[in-house]
């Protein structure tokens, strides 16, 4: 089986969350040892997934967790388990 | 080009769910302030999806505090077939929907109708080469800043997808329950929403990349 370059980036996500079966994993590998674009889009698109789940992008506005722990903490009291 | 996958554990920010599951039968049992600890690991994903829902920080701020109060008082209902979080991101979002209706505002379901099959442009920026961005560079507020732009700017079908499977690292099945859709969708939404942020990001993304050294010591 021979894949061209759409075919990859069909499979870039599955790829990236080794959901791709082993022959066609296999396959992608070879086209990407010698197709530096999908190398590139690969890479990039690695590079993005693992940029925005860093904790840093995307954060819970101050004092969101004391507000919310301090109405918890009333209603806990008004209501039974 | 055999790379780990860039995913970790889906329990990775959840309680165990041995841990979990004992904290619940406590909490039934009396011990009603155990319920801080229970909700802690789920605050950021409820606030998250229900901003991305409501697209109002005050609103959703305020969503979430009812969720995890209504998530308090039907603790019983919980079977424990999912996790706690996936659970409590349900009753997030059906927060989250009820509000927009209330609101007037149109309901997700007409949103999504169709939305698995659109063909959009998911078409990746080309380019010959890539160099990695480090996650050091957030050090540089505006790095940060440019990806939310990003995810933000997701259309919300795919935002709501990236947010917990990429952002929150929850797994597909997880993701699916919390979204009330099918696996499959979840992996084809996740696919085009990646696709979608390499396309507006990667043209962007060189600026914070390392500069390589050149062949006298010099950058380029």
């Known amino acids: 089986m021979r894949i061209d370059c759409q075919h990859v980036w069909s499979y870039i996500s599955a790829y990236i ?22 190398a590139a889009v690969l890479d990039s698109t690695r590079n993005v997934v693992v940029l925005i789940a860093d904790d840093r992008v995307f954060e819970l506005p101050a004092g969101f967790t004391q507000r919310l722990h301090d109405r918890l903490a009333r209603e806990l009291e008004l209501a039974g388990p | 080009m055999e790379e780990p996958p860039v995913f970790r554990s889906e329990e990775s920010k959840a309680l165990g769910t041995e841990s979990e599951a004992e904290t619940i039968r406590r909490i039934l049992a009396g011990e009603r302030s155990l319920f801080h600890d229970l909700i802690r690991p789920c605050e950021r994903p409820i606030y998250l999806l229900l901003v991305s829902l409501l697209k109002n920080e005050a609103e959703a701020e305020d969503a979430a505090q009812e969720t995890s109060i209504k998530a308090y008082l039907n603790l019983r209902n919980f079977r424990g077939d999912s996790q706690f979080r996936t659970w ?35 078409t990746p920026a080309i380019l010959t080469s890539w160099r990695e961005v480090p996650a050091d560079a957030l050090e540089r507020k505006e790095l940060g800043a440019l990806l939310r732009k ?46 979608l942020l390499q396309k507006s990001l990667a043209p962007q993304l060189g600026a914070f990349a390392p500069k390589r050294k050149g062949w006298f010591g010099g950058r380029t």
């Open chain 1, 17 to 38: 969350d080794s959901e791709v079966a082993a022959e066609l994993r296999a396959e992608i590998d070879r086209h990407l040892e010698t197709c530096e674009i999908c």
């Open chain 2, 88 to 122: 409590v991101l349900s009753i997030a979002r059906n927060e989250g929907l009820g509000r927009l209706r209330k609101l007037g505002a149109r309901r997700e379901d007409s949103l999504d109708a169709g939305a698995d099959e659109q063909t959009g442009d998911f």
């Open chain 2, 150 to 195: 990003a995810v933000n700017g997701l259309p919300e079908i795919y935002r709501n997808v990236v947010l917990l499977r990429d952002i929150e690292e929850m797994d597909v099945k997880e993701t699916a329950v919390a979204l009330g859709i099918s696996e499959g969708a979840v992996k084809v939404r996740l696919h085009r929403a990646r696709a």
